[in-house]
């Protein structure tokens, strides 16, 4: 379709951007294709908060029930709209750090001082960090966790010396939320045997 193949930005040195295309010249050097490159990344970050600056419109002119039909365009939940309409408001567009995900954004969102939420977003954004990284560094910090992963043969955890052990280890220092591969999750550390048993993970 014309509509699909229409240009709808213009990327640096020549390349060019549609709906469900984009186009380099085969002379496009490695420097400037890594600087196309970031700008692709700037676009993909910019998406959600053009979304979520619509959607606080939406619901600013139209109301709450304008909600479901966004969500039904854009293809996710209500809750999620609702959510970007939200950080819409938490974040005016001085406060929105490029090159950092609406995702980062939201992690940091529950640091209440405005100076320590940026901060830690550019620190994010310079340090390239996870948004699972961020929602930790957000904690206050005696609620700030950790996350271990280790792996073991399966004769060694169907072995009961090591199930007792981790069962030992859990009481110990209180562990709570562990998990078994190929598992249900558990999230309430029901025990270490039977069908929901889980390794700490």
């Not at 940026?118 to 005696?142: D, F, I, M, P, Y």
Request: net charge positive; hydrophobic share 40%; aromatic share 8%.
């Amino acid at each position: 379709m014309e509509a699909e193949k229409a240009l709808m930005v213009e990327l640096p040195h020549h390349g060019q951007l549609a709906a469900t295309s984009l186009y380099l010249p085969p002379s496009t050097k490695k420097s400037d294709f890594l600087e196309v490159i970031e700008r692709l990344s700037n676009v993909g970050h910019g998406y959600w908060w053009w979304i979520a600056d619509a959607s606080m419109f939406g619901v600013h002119r139209y109301g709450p029930k304008i909600i479901p039909e966004i969500a039904k365009v854009v293809g996710c939940s209500p809750e999620y709209i609702r959510s970007l309409a939200r950080l819409a408001q938490v974040y005016p567009v001085r406060d929105r750090v490029p090159g950092v995900s609406v995702t980062h954004h939201r992690a940091a969102q529950r640091i209440r001082v405005r100076g320590k939420r940026l901060a830690l977003l550019h620190r994010a954004k310079v340090r390239r960090l996870s948004t699972q990284v961020v929602v930790n560094l957000a904690r206050a910090r005696e609620k700030r966790r950790l996350r271990f992963m280790f792996k073991v043969p399966i004769h060694q955890a169907r072995d009961k010396r090591f199930l007792a052990a981790l069962q030992s280890f859990f009481k110990t220092w209180n562990v709570k939320d562990w998990w078994r591969e190929g598992t249900r999750r558990n999230r309430k550390g029901v025990g270490v045997e039977g069908q929901r048993q889980a390794l700490l993970g």
